[in-house]
């Protein structure tokens, strides 16, 4: 039996981008994961991973064999070591919410600066690619999330008058995560599960709150 093995994708490979059809028949171990590096996007609309221990890069892991990492190698202009490669591969640490793999991972060939580059802040390109060319979003809300009154305190109530409906949320579940002296966090895990909320739509003032709002 051929061994498996790991990718991860972080560009126009991951669920909802132009070229997710390339790993349709694969298996998704993990749709939310991040690994060190920074991540800039391209004058040919896709991104490029920069290694670097500082940030992290989000997407999503993928099982592989020798036959789809062949597959990918020609996708990503990946000739070997040593090459002119588009991209090199390289194995990196992935965190997952139940822990860490090791997974091969497309990255900026040390001489990539050849490329005109744009820092993306963040470091998750379906959200920089999502804000880059919508105006309005839906925001699906959970635990804490659904209080009026936080929206009310915060003068942001406005934003948040167009509700769409009940939202679930499939594969996750709610955990508490993080203690204040108020109480505690919730955030979702990748668990397997359910997860309840609400659905509104938004705009980019509503999104700018969700981003900076620290409580």
């Known amino acids: 039996m051929e061994e498996k093995c790991y990718v991860f994708v972080y560009g126009t490979l991951r669920m909802g981008q132009?070229?997710?059809?390339?790993?349709?028949?694969?298996?998704?171990?993990?749709?939310?994961?991040?690994?060190?590096?920074?991540?800039y996007d391209s004058p040919y609309g896709y991104p490029f991973l920069k290694e670097d221990e500082t940030g992290r890069v989000y997407g999503e892991l993928y099982e592989a064999d020798q036959k789809l990492l062949i597959k990918l190698d020609e996708f990503e202009g990946y000739r070997g070591p040593g090459k002119n490669n588009h991209y090199n591969r390289t194995i990196k640490t992935v965190t997952?919410?139940?822990?860490?793999?090791?997974?091969?991972?497309?990255?900026?060939p040390e001489d990539g600066d050849r490329h005109k580059l744009q820092y993306i802040e963040g470091g998750d390109w379906s959200v920089y690619s999502l804000l880059k060319n919508k105006e309005s979003f839906l925001y699906f809300a959970y635990a804490s999330c659904m209080d009026d009154e936080r929206f009310i305190r915060s003068g942001v109530k406005h934003c948040f008058l167009n509700v769409e409906g009940r939202g679930i949320l499939r594969g996750y579940k709610l955990r508490f995560v993080k203690k204040y002296s108020d109480g505690g966090r919730a955030d979702i895990v990748e668990e397997g599960g359910i997860v309840e909320g609400k659905i509104y739509e938004i705009t980019k003032e509503g999104l700018a709150y969700l981003f900076s709002e620290k409580e």
Do not use: E, P, W
């Open 18 to 39: 132009r070229n997710q059809h390339v790993l349709q028949n694969s298996v998704r171990g993990a749709a939310q994961c991040y690994t060190n590096g920074k991540l």
């Open 96 to 108: 997952t919410d139940i822990g860490t793999v090791q997974a091969f991972v497309y990255v900026l």
